[in-house]
């Protein structure tokens, strides 16, 4: 009997997740380096042009992660002490940091257990003279209520950034994400749908503001000059604002070319992965499978499933341990952020604030889902929560 159940177990632990990078991305790097040019340069400007095609956008700018983007649109639209920006609970720190790196304070509207997204009537709640902006985030790669929080935000004139870490490749109601909202972030981090190692983007349909955040990443210098005193030469320059340096590298722009090439069959394999977790698990009490909106493309980047507590003998974290065991990887997205020490000591948030992002937080468990995973990784890990499922059924 505890032979049996032994031989079930996988040989190997199963990451979380792994990126996939292939031959092209390393033949690629390698060109980069024996170019001599490893900053910011043609291949990063490549990468920005096929990227703003893809995307459908008008413009692109390559930045090194998510977190610079999200932060240089704040910037850029201006927001600054005083100012109140509305976000989610449900998201990773950065998306709440980078308001406060610019003294503003981040507001925080609970979601819907439709989608696990941002609830546009707790937004409108929200609304105070103050309010500059909202940064409606992606959950797991599936968008947003968009036209309603368009809707609000033009009412109120408000900046709309849309925190797309999750959802490269995702479409709202037929229209690509990225094209929708005043200015939009990407992420390329290493765990992410695509990857660069470390590396963002942002999109906008608003040439100015691209062309504000493009000087923003390199220090705030301005070569519009050239143009204007081509007798001073190409060593001449102008500092017009006191900018970051988030520029991407070309290093990480030739794994993003790539990646890019190979994003859409990427998201089709996590689509099929996701979609064999959700029919094995379709009939099971203890478990429910995440929701999915019918006029979205979702770029499930995250397999979120939940416990039913009521169902099982074993809390979340135990049943994580159990994973472990069965040499499954796993995580949990998000601990809310009105959970964290500095969000309550800071802005006075609590437990009891957002009932909706806590009782997805409580009971929520992230699978690996990810291209390097193969069928057999996926029935592994079914196989696994239905033997901890089967064990501590109550
Ligand atoms: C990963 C992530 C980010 C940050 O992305 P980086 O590229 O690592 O800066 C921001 N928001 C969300 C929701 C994320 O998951």
Not at 50 to 56: L, T
Not at 94 to 104: E, G, M
Request: hydrophobic share 40%; aromatic share 10%.
């Amino acid at each position: 009997m505890l032979k049996t159940q032994e031989t079930q177990v996988r040989d190997t632990f199963l990451p979380f997740a792994i990126p996939d990078l292939g031959d092209e991305e390393i033949q690629e790097v390698i060109d980069t380096l024996h170019s001599g040019w490893l900053s910011v340069g043609p291949k990063t400007k490549e990468f920005q042009a096929r990227f703003r095609d893809y995307v459908g956008s008008a413009e692109a700018v390559a930045v090194n992660s998510c977190t610079a983007a999200l932060h240089l649109a704040l910037v850029a639209a201006g927001i600054g002490e005083g100012d109140e920006v509305i976000t989610t609970p449900l998201t990773f720190c950065a998306t709440a940091n980078v308001i406060v790196h610019q003294r503003a304070k981040p507001v925080l509207a609970d979601i819907r257990m439709e989608d696990f997204n941002i609830d546009p009537a707790q937004i409108e709640a929200k609304i105070t003279p103050r309010t500059r902006a909202i940064i409606p985030v992606h959950m797991a790669g599936q968008p947003c209520r968009m036209d309603e929080i368009m809707e609000i935000a033009r009412r109120h004139n408000l900046v709309v950034i849309e925190d797309a870490a999750h959802a490269i490749g995702a479409e709202y109601k037929g229209r690509r994400i990225g094209t929708i909202a005043d200015m939009t972030a990407f992420s390329f981090y290493a765990t992410k749908n695509m990857t660069t190692g470390e590396g963002g983007m942002l999109t906008t349909n608003d040439t100015e503001l691209a062309a504000t955040v493009n000087r923003l990443s390199l220090h705030g210098i301005s070569r519009d000059a050239w143009a204007r005193y081509t007798e001073k030469g190409s060593w001449y320059y102008e500092v017009v604002a006191p900018g970051y340096k988030y520029n991407m590298t070309d290093m990480a722009a030739a794994l993003g070319l790539h990646q890019l090439e190979k994003l859409d069959n990427f998201i089709a394999l996590r689509e099929r992965f996701a979609n064999m977790y959700t029919e094995a698990f379709a009939e099971m009490p203890e478990i429910l499978t995440p929701p999915v909106l019918s006029d979205i493309k979702h770029a499930w980047h995250l397999y979120v499933m939940r416990l039913v507590p009521e169902t099982l003998t074993i809390d979340r974290a135990e049943f994580i341990t159990e994973l472990k065991a069965e040499k499954i990887g796993t995580s949990v997205h998000f601990i809310p952020l009105h959970l964290h020490p500095f969000y309550q000591n800071e802005f006075g948030y609590a437990r009891g604030d957002f009932p909706v992002a806590e009782a997805v937080y409580d009971n929520a468990i992230s699978l690996p889902l990810y291209t390097r995973m193969s069928e057999e990784d996926v029935y592994s890990v079914i196989k696994a929560v239905k033997r901890i499922v089967d064990r501590y059924r109550r």
